[in-house]
T-cell receptor, first 114, second 113 residues
Framework: DTEVTQTPKHLVMGMTNKKSLKCEQH?????MYWYKQKAKKPPELMFV???????INESVPSRFSPECPNSSLLNLHLHALQPEDSALYLC?????????????FGPGTRLTVT | GENVEQHPSTLSVQEGDSAVIKCTYS??????FPWYKQELGKRPQLIID?????GEKKDQRIAVTLNKTAKHFSLHITETQPEDSAVYFC????????????FGKGTSLLVTP
């Protein structure tokens, strides 16, 4: 099973709201990632968790807060977002962290900030 | 850091023809080169990948070639079908690279019946 799941599929939130995105994988992968994708652009890496520890934070604003409660789950907490944060948020996982392991993406959460 | 260039940005072919998408990379230490297909509104899907110890890899109608000397790799799709229409992203990375897949800007492929 090479499936990564994400909820919700769509999210509309105001700039003062707090919401969370969820990601789950049951492939026994030890690395999980958050990417942001704007229309007609490639995914941009935001965060990497390796063995449930935050390994990489690609200079992401603090209004995005990741959390890895266990090896199968990854959350992205959102607070005080801006309209320019509207995008597709993709979760991915790989067997291990490191550039040469296959990354499998979830279906994404389409976020609209009003 | 790694810089991946991808061409063309759009490609239109007739059903049954072949399609070729090319990527070049800058970091000679890169050793992993995946290709992702993303249909409209869907997730990027890993369709094929190649590592630097291999020059070519095939999977049914899809093939990828790698020229390490020239630092370029290509995706070849034969006998194209309308369902091949999508955006294709190449990427390059290496071990201990900070985990990043360095993506090209994408190629929008349209296969017309």
């Amino acid at each position: 099973d090479t499936e990564v799941t994400q909820t919700p599929k769509h999210l509309v939130m105001g700039m003062t709201n707090k919401k969370s995105l969820k990601c789950e994988q049951h492939m026994g992968h030890r690395a999980m990632y958050w990417y942001k994708q704007k229309a007609k652009k490639p995914p941009e890496l935001m965060f990497v968790y390796s063995y449930e520890k935050l390994s990489i934070n690609e200079s992401v604003p603090s209004r995005f807060s990741p959390e890895c409660p266990n090896s199968s789950l990854l959350n992205l907490h959102l607070h005080a977002l801006q309209p320019e944060d509207s995008a597709l948020y993709l979760c991915a996982s790989s067997q291990e962290a490191g550039g040469t392991y296959e990354q499998y993406f979830g279906p994404g959460t389409r976020l609209t900030v009003t | 850091g790694e810089n991946v260039e991808q061409h063309p940005s759009t490609l239109s072919v007739q059903e049954g023809d072949s399609a070729v998408i090319k990527c070049t990379y800058s970091d000679s230490a890169s050793n992993y080169f995946p290709w992702y297909k993303q249909e409209l509104g869907k997730r990027p899907q890993l369709i094929i990948d190649i590592r630097s110890n291999v020059g070519e890899k095939k999977d049914q109608r899809i093939a990828v070639t790698l020229n390490k000397t020239a630092k370029h790799f290509s995706l070849h799709i034969t006998e194209t079908q309308p369902e091949d229409s999508a955006v294709y992203f190449c990427a390059a990375s290496r071990a201990n690279s900070g985990y990043a897949l360095n993506f090209g800007k994408g190629t929008s492929l349209l296969v017309t019946p």
